[in-house]
């Protein structure tokens, strides 16, 4: 906690321009108290952390309202909070709403705009507190910002493949249908976007990483563009590289032989998988709802298409449902719309069958055309 009430009852914010000797003199002279169970408060000054207070032993109160507070967060907490003073937002830190109960990190207020809440996440939080704290601020009409810590893998920048973790990926933001994730590195004072996320297969994504100084940010927010042509072509590269190495593994590992539908496709397809079409495992945005590899879903389709003399070009609808159960995919929508979009992709490409070549360049020009477009 970075507020404290004193014995005078005035809030009380510490903030890394107070000296180390202000610091030592006013825990020997001043109580500090918890601005919500009253208690009082230890005020700790280490080398470890940065100063801040704390409960005696840890209560329901603690537990509640803070986010487990780690150097990290604290120190994110109060640059943050210096950031939104220095804009002049006029932000309130660690405010206790009580009608819900609830203790955001930062509360801007403004009387022409929906309130903000920041909250600075730096421990996994599970869906079911996420939903709720955000249909909390829902029904405060608070707009919340959550800000993840940075992974600490997250160190280079530019266009790669990253992991991320099912607890990152619930802070997933869209802008323009282009998912992107904003965190925060207090050790750096930089924030650090993966944007144009795009599903490879488990919890690996294609995206860019871009870095903001604190100091150039700005709010509302920095939201990251869509990737260049040529970025996207590095993506497709990567892409390429892990294709390659998914199906080597594949191939070695798979014991299951005619119900694994990747082998069972290329087998009855008469496919060689080191062969195989550059329209095959595509990157598409919204893939993750079919779970498996791009290559997977879209080579058993091209084997749907032939088993059933189904063309590609009538893949729509019920035709699409009944892939889906086929080939036991989830039979969600948004399944749905990625099996949809890929089959106009090709039908773009003017594929109908997979002993067709593409070149690299149409391939390209297609494919950035309908990531631009969505
Ligand atoms: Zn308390």
Request: with cysteine.
């Amino acid at each position: 906690m970075l507020v404290a009430y004193t014995d005078e009852n005035e809030p009380f914010i510490l903030n890394s321009g107070i000296s180390q000797t202000t610091l030592q003199q006013l825990r020997k002279t001043k109580k500090f108290y918890c601005p919500q169970c009253k208690q009082q408060l230890l005020f700790k000054i280490g080398s470890l952390k940065i100063p801040h207070f704390a409960h005696v032993s840890k209560n329901d109160c603690e537990n509640l309202f803070s986010d487990r507070e780690s150097e990290t967060h604290l120190k994110g907490k109060e640059q943050l909070y210096r950031f939104f003073s220095d804009l002049g937002l006029n932000p309130q830190l660690e405010p206790y709403l009580t009608n819900i109960q609830q203790r955001p990190d930062i509360l801007l207020e403004d009387s022409t705009q929906e309130p903000v809440a920041i909250e600075f996440q730096c421990s996994p939080i599970s869906s079911e507190s996420l939903v709720s704290r955000n249909n909390g601020y829902k029904f405060e009409k608070i707009s919340p910002i959550w800000i993840p810590n940075t992974p600490d893998h997250i160190v280079k920048k530019g266009i790669q493949k990253i992991t991320l973790s099912k607890n990152y990926q619930q802070f997933q933001l869209t802008s323009n249908h282009h998912p992107y994730l904003m965190t925060y590195n207090p050790t750096v004072r930089q924030f650090f976007y993966l944007s144009n996320i795009m599903f490879l297969h488990g919890n690996t994504f294609l995206s860019k990483v871009q870095a903001l100084p604190l100091t150039d940010q700005k709010f509302p927010f920095y939201i990251p563009k869509p990737i260049t042509k040529n970025e996207y072509k590095q993506f497709l590269l990567i892409n390429q590289q892990v294709k390659h190495n998914y199906l080597q593994a594949r191939v070695l590992l798979s014991r299951s032989g005619v119900n694994d539908v990747l082998l069972r496709s290329a087998y009855e397809l008469r496919m060689n998988l080191n062969e195989l079409p550059n329209y095959i495992g595509i990157p598409l945005k919204g893939s993750e709802a079919l779970k498996v590899f791009s290559i997977d879903w879209q080579l058993a389709l091209f084997y749907f298409s032939q088993t059933t003399q189904i063309e590609i070009s009538r893949m729509k609808g019920q035709t699409i449902d009944y892939f889906l159960k086929w080939a036991r995919f989830p039979e969600t929508k948004n399944a749905h719309e990625v099996v949809f979009t890929y089959c106009r992709l090709l039908e773009n490409l003017s594929v109908q069958h997979v002993y067709q070549t593409i070149q690299e360049e149409k391939l390209l020009k297609v494919l950035y055309n309908h990531f631009l477009a969505m």
